[in-house]
């Protein structure tokens, strides 16, 4: 056991004289985790001082930059930025710190807590397979990083990890990260990084890996952790068209894979099936079908992720972390709500768009007045409109005796006001 001191993060410098003072050596015999295009993982375990015992995991990463103190500069202030975005589901950082080489070059080597293994080893295992709360562990990580203005942008099974059974967003790609033109980045005898299995389609065509093209990978992620145990049959149809090895690509085969998906949404839900207790594997592809749309800026945010998680109705079945309701994060009070329509009605208060989308989809209905009246309360205009365009009532009263516009003009929301007078 490590000293819990270990938790404590730092940063140093090492180069060849001082070398024999790095806190951390290579872990057993066979000690190498993973070699990718951007960096080695190795088992390691604390030699000396406070991190003497302590069992952890190394990334190594090279680079070459004309100008080294100011890439230096630059890596260290994404790896603050990463040690600043704890979470109980971020993988933790132990110590980062670069091996001087020469005037030019560089390793930057990252200690991380070791895992027990990654969502990878849980999809491939029949006899393993992923917690249904992690849907929302990881819809809270990606939230909380994104709030940071962190952005993962190499979100897939492998970056993350598992340990006693919980998730951890991982490798966050720092070499990647905004380093400027005069750095380059490469691992000894590995090729360049090719196009990855689950980045966004505007990320394959050579776009900026922003937050929306986090949100594709995480619903490909998603995708595939719905399918691989409890419906293995469609998740070989699945394989079929995103391919394999080096060929798999959500980017290039999204036309089919969206089809697919709604080819299979009515075979998931029972159309004559009571609303309120449509199996929650259903919901959830639906989900997944918003977050791998083609054009970025119709993909659910991060946030708006999260607080469908929170205000899904408690028939949806979904376990729930207490991570999800983080007491410093924006948002939504947690509550499970018995019946799939009041979900709608707190929906439209709340201004969640993509849970009212949802719960229309999966049957939920309320009066025009009454969702009039809670899109007023949530401001959410294009709700209001729409329900305008289909003849609700202005006049239309709640059950208190009061309408849309008492609502609007008692919380400031103008633009709705506007709309409705």
Known sequence: MGSQNSKVYEHQEYDRNNAEDIPFALDGKHPEIATGAFGTVHKVKGETGRFKGVGAARKVISFQATDLSTAKCKIKEEAEALRRARHGHVVSLIMTYFYNKSDNEADFVIIMHRADGSLQDYLADKDS???????????????????????????????????????LLADFGISKRQLGGKIVTTTPD??????????????????????????????????????????????RELEDHVGSGND????????KVLSWMISILPWMNDTEQDPDSVDWRATLLFLCWQMLHKDRDQRPKAEDLRSWWILQPSVLGLESCNCIRDPAADGPEHYKLGKINESLRRAYENGHRLMVDFLIQRGAAISDTDSLVAASKGEMLDAVKRLLEMGADVLGKDKDGRTALHYAAGRGHEGVVQLLL
């Open 129 to 167: 397979r992923p917690h249904e709360q992690w849907f929302g562990c990881l819809m809270g990580a990606v939230a909380h990083i994104h709030r940071l203005g962190i952005r993962h942008r190499d979100i897939k099974p492998t970056n993350i990890l598992v340990k006693d059974e919980k998730v």
């Open 190 to 235: 590995q090729p360049r990084a090719r196009t990855e299995a689950y980045c966004a389609p505007e990320v394959e065509r050579g776009g900026t890996r922003g937050r929306l093209a986090d949100i594709f990978s995480l619903g490909a992620v998603f995708l595939e952790m719905l399918l691989a145990h409890s419906y293995p049959d469609q998740f």
């Open 248 to 255: 798999k690509s959500y980017a290039k085969s999204i036309d």
